[in-house]
Structures are given as structure tokens and as C-alpha cells.
């Protein structure tokens, strides 16, 4: 099964171009300029009476559902919620009439988000599951809901479901949107930068060898940064996720401004971080709270658009990724980080596909 890949993670990384399209099929209307879902099991009535979404999963999942709240507040404007199942599930916060609940979940049997989506149901919310697995546990419990088609993923460490439920994020913010206030015109531009993922995470996988480079000079370190702002703020928190989890390497992901509310205490010759910083309107922020690092003796690389001649002059290791608009970079600018992960724990003979103390899913409290 595993072909000419030495792992299931890097075989899913090099998926992530045919999964995004299946994840796309059938769902994309350019007649109607929105996104067409088969199972949400709700009328067009109920679904233009929503006006609040609260999105709850764990992990990666709840990385997507991070971005899913910038992609449907700003798509749609519609408010968005993001809560950790976990805590959702013995939180009881106010959750306001006319609010439709999402589980996010690759498995579909995360036991926290199937007890969350079952308490929310149980308050009369309506439940959607953005799952991926067909028929798993909380397909099944929840009122309707969008599969990914990704296949299955084998990995402990979650890559193309990630990149799956970010396109279902966008188009779910298309589809509120388009219910809403947006314009066929507006629609349409969406669905064509939606159709033109794949190909730009096909060159994104171009990075791997750069992201090899970055590996083979950091492998020995205790400690990473990992800094986005906006849509790649979430990015940051998976990029940091990554490490973690499959190189034990400490990593943390922080909003790039936070950094001077105490995390850049931590910086020091040893202590690299990694900036997510395709262009946008943040970047010359990004590149401020970069020299500050610079400026502390931090190294620093930058994932940055393929034409941005700027960043060269500052950054010590710079990874290129094409551009998308803005919406969707992190589909792109977290696959340079995938590898990064991929390669560093290789490096240090890691079980890369099952990292020590995880699961795959995890079904216990
Ligand atoms: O199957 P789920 O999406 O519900 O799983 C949630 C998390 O356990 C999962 O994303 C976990 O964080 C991954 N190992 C991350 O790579």
C-alpha cells in the first residue's frame, strides 16, 4: 500500500493535491456561484435562519476549525464559535437559539467530540459532522453532515484530512456567504481560487527538499517557534503541532505579535523560529515582529510567496510557496511545514507514523 513512499505521513502529504479535489467534487456550482452540499439534512430556510455557528473538535481538527472561523466570519459574517470539545462538553456556555454545531473530526470517533455534538444535540442544536471516515460513530449521531472523501489516513499525525477540512471550511463560508450577502460575482472568483488549489499545492510540494535543508540544520534543537498572524495564525499552532508530536521536539505556535507579551523571553541562537508569512495584509507586521527576533540573535526561516524579494535580506532560511488568495494560504503554507516535521523526525529516528503515547484516535476521555 504504501508504494513508493517510505511512510503513510509522507504518502498522505503527496496525496494532499488529489484529496483536495475529491474533497471539491460535485460541490463546486459556478451556474450558482456557491458551494453545493448533498448531506446537511436542513432546509434552505433553516440553513438562511442560522445566524451563529459554533465549531467544535480536537487537535488538528480544532486547528481547521480555527481557520474555518476567520474563512465563514469574513466569507459570510456570520459569528463564529471554536471550542475544544473537551471543554464544551462540561462548560455549559450559553449557547444562543438558531446555532448550528459542527464536530470536526478525521476519525469520526473522538470520543470528547462525539460527546460534545451529543450534548449540544441534546440541547436541541442542530449537529453537523465534517468527518471523514464513512459511517464512523459520530457520522452517524450527527443530523447530516459533509465527508472529505480523503481516504483513510493512516498516519497518527493528521496531513491531507487537514487540508480536506480547510477546503470544506472555505466552502462552507462560501455556501453562508452566498446565502448571505455575497455576490455572484464574488462566489464565483471563490470557487475559481477554490479550483485552482490543487494545482498550487502540487508546486507547494516542491518544497520538500527545502524543508530537508531546514531539517538537517535544526535536528538538535530543544525548542521551535512557530509564528502566523490572520489566516496563518492557526497554521502556526499545526506547524507547531507537527513537531511535536511525531519529533518530540517542544514547539509552540503563537499569533507573531503575541510574541512580545512574553514568548520572546525564549528566544536565543538555539531557539528557531519559523514564520508563516506568504503575502497579505499583515505582512510588513509579520516582517516587524521577524526582526525583532533577528534582532535578539534568533534564527529564523521564513515560508514565504515564491516572488517576494524582501524577505531574503532577513530571513536565514527561506521556503517558497506559491501564491492563492488569501483565504486559502494555509492549505498551502502548511505543507512546507508537514515536511519539516517529516524530516526533522526522521532525522532524530523517530517512529514517524506512530509517534510514542498516541493513538490514532483517541477514544477515551
Ligand atoms: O479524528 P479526529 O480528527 O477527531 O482527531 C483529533 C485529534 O486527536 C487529532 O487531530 C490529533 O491531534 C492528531 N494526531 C494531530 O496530528
Same mark, same amino acid.
Given at each position: 500500500?504504501?508504494?513508493?513512499?517510505?511512510?503513510?505521513?509522507?504518502?498522505? +502529504? !503527496?496525496?494532499?493535491?488529489?484529496?483536495?479535489?475529491?474533497?471539491?467534487?460535485?460541490? $463546486?456550482?459556478?451556474?450558482?456561484?456557491?458551494?453545493?452540499?448533498?448531506? $446537511?439534512?436542513?432546509?434552505?430556510?433553516?440553513?438562511?435562519?442560522?445566524?451563529?455557528?459554533?465549531?467544535?473538535?480536537?487537535?488538528?481538527?480544532?486547528?481547521?476549525? #480555527?481557520?474555518?472561523?476567520?474563512?465563514?466570519?469574513?466569507? =459570510?459574517? +456570520?459569528?463564529?464559535?471554536?471550542?475544544?470539545?473537551?471543554?464544551?462538553?462540561?462548560?455549559?456556555?450559553?449557547?444562543?437559539?438558531?446555532?448550528?454545531?459542527?464536530?470536526?473530526?478525521?476519525?469520526?470517533?473522538? /470520543?470528547?467530540? @462525539?460527546? =460534545?455534538?451529543?450534548? #449540544?444535540?441534546?440541547?436541541?442544536?442542530?449537529?453537523? /459532522? +465534517?468527518?471523514? &471516515?464513512?459511517?464512523?460513530?459520530? =457520522?452517524?449521531?450527527?443530523?447530516?453532515?459533509?465527508?472529505?472523501?480523503?481516504?483513510?489516513? &493512516?498516519? &497518527?499525525?493528521?496531513? *491531507?484530512?487537514?487540508?480536506?477540512?480547510? /477546503?470544506?471550511?472555505?466552502?462552507?463560508?462560501?455556501?453562508?456567504?452566498? $446565502?448571505?450577502? %455575497?455576490? !455572484?460575482?464574488?462566489?464565483?472568483?471563490?470557487?475559481?481560487?477554490?479550483?485552482?488549489?490543487?494545482?498550487?499545492?502540487?508546486?507547494?510540494?516542491?518544497?520538500?527538499?527545502?524543508?530537508?535543508?531546514?531539517?538537517? *540544520?535544526?535536528?538538535?534543537?530543544?525548542?521551535? @517557534?512557530?509564528?502566523?498572524?490572520? !489566516?496563518?495564525?492557526?497554521?502556526? %499552532?499545526?506547524?507547531?503541532?507537527? $513537531?511535536?508530536?511525531?519529533?518530540?521536539?517542544?514547539?509552540?505556535?503563537?499569533?507573531?505579535?503575541? @510574541?512580545?507579551?512574553?514568548?520572546?523571553?525564549?528566544?536565543?541562537?538555539?531557539?528557531?523560529?519559523?514564520?508563516?508569512?506568504?503575502?497579505?495584509?499583515?505582512?510588513?507586521?509579520?516582517?516587524?515582529?521577524?526582526?525583532?527576533?533577528?534582532?535578539?540573535?534568533?534564527?529564523? +526561516?521564513?515560508?514565504?510567496?515564491?516572488?517576494?524579494?524582501?524577505?531574503?535580506?532577513?530571513?536565514?532560511?527561506?521556503?517558497?510557496?506559491?501564491? &492563492?488568495?488569501?483565504? %486559502?494560504?494555509?492549505?498551502?503554507?502548511?505543507?512546507?511545514?508537514?515536511?519539516?516535521?517529516?524530516?526533522?523526525?526522521?532525522?532524530?529516528?523517530?517512529?514517524?507514523?506512530?509517534?510514542?503515547? @498516541?493513538?490514532?484516535?483517541?477514544?477515551?476521555?
Amino acid at each position: 500500500e504504501l508504494g513508493e513512499f517510505e511512510h503513510y505521513m509522507l504518502k498522505e +502529504i !503527496f496525496e494532499q493535491p488529489q484529496s483536495l479535489e475529491n474533497a471539491m467534487r460535485g460541490r $463546486l456550482s459556478l451556474d450558482n456561484a456557491t458551494a453545493v452540499f448533498g448531506g $446537511l439534512n436542513l432546509s434552505p430556510q433553516e440553513l438562511r435562519s442560522v445566524d451563529r455557528i459554533l465549531l467544535t473538535a480536537c487537535g488538528t481538527s480544532w486547528h481547521a476549525a #480555527m481557520v474555518g472561523e476567520y474563512m465563514i466570519e469574513e466569507m =459570510a459574517r +456570520i459569528p463564529v464559535e471554536v471550542e475544544y470539545a473537551s471543554e464544551l462538553r462540561y462548560r455549559n456556555p450559553p449557547v444562543p437559539q438558531r446555532t448550528l454545531v459542527f464536530g470536526i473530526t478525521q476519525s469520526g470517533e473522538t /470520543a470528547d467530540t @462525539l460527546a =460534545a455534538l451529543r450534548e #449540544m444535540k441534546r440541547k436541541g442544536h442542530p449537529t453537523l /459532522a +465534517i468527518c471523514n &471516515v464513512v459511517g464512523s460513530s459520530i =457520522a452517524q449521531e450527527a443530523d447530516g453532515g459533509i465527508y472529505l472523501h480523503a481516504g483513510p489516513e &493512516v498516519g &497518527v499525525a493528521s496531513t *491531507k484530512a487537514f487540508t480536506s477540512q480547510l /477546503a470544506i471550511m472555505a466552502m462552507l463560508g462560501l455556501y453562508f456567504g452566498r $446565502l448571505n450577502h %455575497l455576490s !455572484f460575482d464574488q462566489g464565483y472568483r471563490m470557487i475559481q481560487a477554490l479550483q485552482a488549489l490543487p494545482d498550487a499545492v502540487r508546486q507547494a510540494l516542491n518544497t520538500r527538499e527545502q524543508a530537508k535543508k531546514v531539517a538537517e *540544520k535544526y535536528q538538535a534543537v530543544n525548542n521551535f @517557534l512557530y509564528l502566523g498572524r490572520y !489566516f496563518n495564525f492557526p497554521v502556526a %499552532l499545526e506547524g507547531a503541532l507537527k $513537531l511535536k508530536e511525531i519529533s518530540y521536539i517542544h514547539a509552540e505556535g503563537y499569533p507573531a505579535a503575541e @510574541l512580545k507579551h512574553g514568548p520572546i523571553a525564549l528566544v536565543d541562537e538555539n531557539t528557531p523560529s519559523v514564520f508563516i508569512m506568504p503575502q497579505g495584509v499583515v505582512y510588513d507586521k509579520v516582517m516587524s515582529n521577524l526582526q525583532e527576533i533577528k534582532a535578539r540573535g534568533g534564527p529564523v +526561516i521564513a515560508i514565504a510567496n515564491e516572488d517576494d524579494h524582501e524577505i531574503e535580506k532577513y530571513a536565514d532560511d527561506v521556503i517558497r510557496i506559491p501564491k &492563492v488568495e488569501e483565504f %486559502l494560504q494555509p492549505i498551502v503554507s502548511v505543507i512546507p511545514l508537514q515536511f519539516i516535521a517529516y524530516h526533522i523526525a526522521l532525522l532524530r529516528g523517530c517512529d514517524v507514523d506512530k509517534p510514542r503515547n @498516541l493513538a490514532k484516535s483517541v477514544t477515551v476521555e
